[in-house]
Antibody, heavy 122, light 107 residues
Framework: QVHLVESGGGLVKPGGSLRLSCAAS????????MSWIRQAPGKGPQWISY????????NYVDSVEGRFTISRDNARNTLYLQMNSLRVEDTAVYYC???????????????WGQGTLVTVSS | IVLTQTPGTLSLSPGERATLSCRASETVSANYLAWYQQRPGQAPRLLIYGASSRATGISDRFSGSGSGTDFTLTISRLEPEDFAVYYC?????????FGQGTKVEIK
């Protein structure tokens, strides 16, 4: 059974940094593309970044490019999101999510974690 | 690609049929469109991919249709657990984008 558990969220001041983690279990983590998706209060989800199974490819939405960095440690079955220069508009629940097929980027998500809340406020 | 979902809220009774619409600002090639259900306090759950293929374990009460710029999610007979928010998502172009959601509420 696929299990994704995010952690690392919290309250941070504008301009601050946070590192989110997503612990994966129940599947061959190292074979799958993984993404971070966020959802601001009362809004639809927003994809923000993906990383290939071997970390060779990453991609970001324009609004976080240069501020956020996605990475993974396949030996630890863990996905990360380093968030720097945080803004009020980055406030959201952050989910990690899995592409459904191993070694293939499809762009939809068959498994999601429960999310971790990031609040950026002074 | 901007996805616009209508209506914003759908008020129906259990047992009724729900029809949700998702319109794309540009053609979604190869029907690369998915639908998700989100209950309060939970993560989105994949229902439909490829515009019409049901995800594993999803009831056949859920069906997807459409092509090009117009897509539809139909719930044939609403069960109590179906009252939730539904999102469409395109994965044809980067960035992947989601609609703003349709809330299906109990009338």
């Amino acid at each position: 059974q696929v299990h994704l558990v995010e952690s690392g969220g919290g309250l941070v001041k504008p301009g601050g940094s946070l590192r989110l983690s997503c612990a994966a279990s129940g599947f061959a983590f190292g074979d799958y593309y993984m993404s971070w998706i966020r959802q601001a209060p009362g809004k639809g989800p927003q994809w923000i970044s993906y990383i290939s199974s071997d970390s060779g490819y990453t991609n970001y939405v324009d609004s976080v490019e240069g501020r956020f960095t996605i990475s993974r440690d396949n030996a630890r079955n863990t996905l990360y999101l380093q968030m720097n220069s945080l803004r009020v508009e980055d406030t959201a629940v952050y989910y990690c999510a899995r592409d459904p097929y191993d070694e293939v980027l499809t762009g939809f998500y068959d498994n999601w974690g429960q999310g971790t809340l990031v609040t950026v406020s002074s | 690609i901007v996805l616009t979902q209508t209506p914003g809220t759908l008020s129906l009774s259990p047992g009724e049929r729900a029809t949700l619409s998702c319109r794309a600002s540009e053609t979604v090639s190869a029907n690369y469109l998915a639908w998700y259900q989100q209950r309060p306090g939970q993560a989105p759950r994949l229902l439909i991919y490829g515009a019409s293929s049901r995800a594993t374990g999803i009831s056949d009460r859920f069906s997807g249709s459409g092509s090009g710029t117009d897509f539809t999610l139909t719930i044939s007979r609403l069960e109590p657990e179906d009252f939730a928010v539904y999102y469409c998502q395109q994965y044809d172009r980067s960035p992947r984008t989601f609609g703003q959601g349709t809330k299906v509420e109990i009338k």
